[in-house]
């Protein structure tokens, strides 16, 4: 409510006018009515709207692992293209691929793939003629008992020699003392006994 001197005031204010009484009391409520609104305290509490509540978004169903991925399909000529592409290539190695493509009355693609076959075949021809000839030029090692055999009767083909010679010239020759006892046996080498000098040394000769 307002304070009773400043209704007072107001009414007196009124008077002083000299104004008609409907046209008076037009004026106080006009004036008076926000001045009481704003006045009174709001007796309840607004109530904040409630927002409605939103709704659980439905989740799509999981999808196995895998199926959401795009199949790639490998395309493939047909085999009466490809081998028109490929004879048309082998007989015209440097046309363009349009032009063969032409020629062999195919798409460019399968000449392309015609022609990187023919290179990956290229290359495994090449591959097998480098060891086709590598075996054939490689020189095969004799065999180490029958080397050992060799080098016994060369070194007793002059006559008996000492044991420690005949090993010392077997261990420069990469021969090594197993393979020169077998040679020895395979050939029948004959074990002597001789003085030279003041000592009594073995030695070996051929046999006959």
Known sequence: MLPA???SEILTNLSALNLQPTTAAQ????VLAPLLRSADPDPL?????ERPRRRPRRTARSKPRGSSRKRKYKRHAPSEARERALAALRANPDRTPTEIAKIAKVSRATVVNARTDLAKEARKQARKTARTRETSTRVNPPDRRE??????KDTLAGGPKSVSAVEQAASRAHIDERLLEQARADLGVV?????TGSTLSVQWSLPG
């Open 191 to 195: 074990t002597s006994r001789a003085n």
């Open 27 to 30: 004026i106080l409520a006009a």
């Open 45 to 49: 509490p607004r109530q904040r709207a």
């Open 147 to 152: 080397r050992a055999q060799r080098f016994l």
């Open 5 to 7: 001197a400043d209704l």
